[in-house]
């Protein structure tokens, strides 16, 4: 198959894909989020719906095809499920694979400086105003950090 040429076809849809004995990585063109994006019948999808509905059959309205091996090309059958949004969001927490503490874009705080308000909070040298200015962050933020709430990895 010629490169850039669309998957019109199931057979084209199918000759797209590298099966190995682990996952089928999606060979034809990508969403900016990585996963696998084809056309088939003039109509564009990703590339894991159209493979979960070839081997299973249509997707019920509102749920989503998760991947177990997390791998965005992928379009193996079996390491496709439905599930939820919920359920989907839920896999990614339990996996480890949410932007939590400072791999979230917003975060303010390091792990380090998380540390060490518990760390003083727990020793009686500061109340949580005066570790907040201290830190330079609301009185809100070090509660929940010393209650636990936000921070949990740590």
């Known amino acids: 198959m010629r490169t850039g040429r669309r998957a019109d076809t199931v057979e084209d849809f199918q000759a797209r ?8 990585f999606w060979l034809g063109s990508v969403t ?8 088939i019948n003039s109509r564009h999808q990703a590339a894991h719906r159209l493979a979960y509905e070839l081997a299973y059959g249509s997707i019920p309205e509102g749920m989503s095809v998760c991947h177990r091996c997390d791998n965005r090309r992928c379009v193996r059958p079996d390491h496709l499920f439905l599930g939820t949004t919920a359920d989907n969001l839920h896999d990614m927490v339990v996996k480890g694979r949410s932007s939590h ?23 009686g040298a500061g109340l949580q105003r005066e570790l907040a200015v201290a830190f330079g962050i ?3 933020t070090v509660s929940n950090i010393v209650t636990r709430k936000t921070w949990r990895h740590l």
Request: glycine share 12%.
């Open 138 to 140: 609301s009185q809100l």
């Open 17 to 24: 894909i590298r099966r190995t004995t682990g996952c089928w």
């Open 101 to 123: 503490g400072e791999r979230n874009g917003h975060a303010v705080l390091t792990s380090q400086v998380v540390l060490e308000i518990r760390a003083r909070y727990a020793s």
């Open 32 to 39: 900016t989020h990585g996963y696998g994006r084809c056309r």
